[in-house]
T-cell receptor, first 114, second 115 residues
Framework: SQQGEEDPQALSIQEGENATMNCSYKTSINNLQWYRQNSGRGLVHLILIRSNEREKHSGRLRVTLDTSKKSSSLLITASRAADTASYFCATDLAGGTSYGKLTFGQGTILTVHP | DTGVSQDPRHKITKRGQNVTFRCDPISEHNRLYWYRQTLGQGPEFLTYFQNEAQLEKSRLLSDRFSAERPKGSFSTLEIQRTEQGDSAMYLC?????????????FGEGSWLTVV
């Protein structure tokens, strides 16, 4: 079963606008990772945020984590057509011996129009 | 850092045939994972290796599926007597051993189409 749920399922914006995607999960986590996937390709790692962190930045990306609400958001600023892809959040569940097994949501399909 | 490498990238096979996929992880990574992804869905965990030991298998991994990682280097995923429901992308990933905050890197995936 899927642990995380991304919202919205699809997002369409114009180049230069910001894109925000949300992820909710159900059980406690060690960390949460965001990935990008271009059509038919593998997953590209974007950001890892640990359960004791609240916000991380990487270039035009900003990720927040609210463990009390069991939610995370990914913000892409000044979007480009090349940002068009599916975006997934993946959680590394807490408890037991953690070895990095990830549980993915269904993803958000982002389309950036030039 | 050459990344996670998977081969073949695409495989079309007839129902009932056996197929094998290979994964070469990032060289210093001792953890290796296999995931399966169907269209419109996120990847689902199949199995995990630490070095050569297979430490967890998902219930998604039926008896027709077998994975190995001899000598803790590359890994193979074999599907016997393929069924149309096996059509999916099979993703390999790797990471370093350590505390739980390690980034997991994925390969480009191997697409399987069973006709």
């Amino acid at each position: 079963s899927q642990q995380g749920e991304e919202d919205p399922q699809a997002l369409s914006i114009q180049e230069g606008e910001n894109a925000t995607m949300n992820c909710s999960y159900k059980t406690s986590i060690n960390n949460l990772q965001w990935y990008r996937q271009n059509s038919g390709r593998g997953l590209v790692h974007l950001i890892l945020i640990r359960s004791n962190e609240r916000e991380k930045h990487s270039g035009r990306l900003r990720v927040t984590l609210d463990t009390s609400k069991k939610s995370s958001s990914l913000l892409i600023t000044a979007s480009r057509a090349a940002d068009t892809a599916s975006y997934f959040c993946a959680t590394d569940l807490a408890g037991g011996t953690s070895y990095g097994k990830l549980t993915f949501g269904q993803g958000t399909i982002l389309t950036v129009h030039p | 850092d050459t990344g996670v490498s998977q081969d073949p990238r695409h495989k079309i096979t007839k129902r009932g045939q056996n197929v094998t996929f290979r994964c070469d992880p990032i060289s210093e990574h001792n953890r290796l994972y296999w995931y399966r992804q169907t269209l419109g869905q996120g990847p689902e965990f199949l199995t995990y290796f630490q070095n050569e030991a297979q430490l967890e298998k998902s219930r998604l991994l039926s008896d027709r599926f077998s994975a190995e990682r001899p000598k803790g280097s590359f890994s193979t995923l074999e599907i016997q007597r393929t069924e149309q429901g096996d059509s999916a992308m099979y993703l390999c990933a790797s990471s370093r051993r350590g505390y739980s905050g390690n980034t997991i890197y994925f390969g480009e995936g191997s697409w399987l189409t069973v006709v």
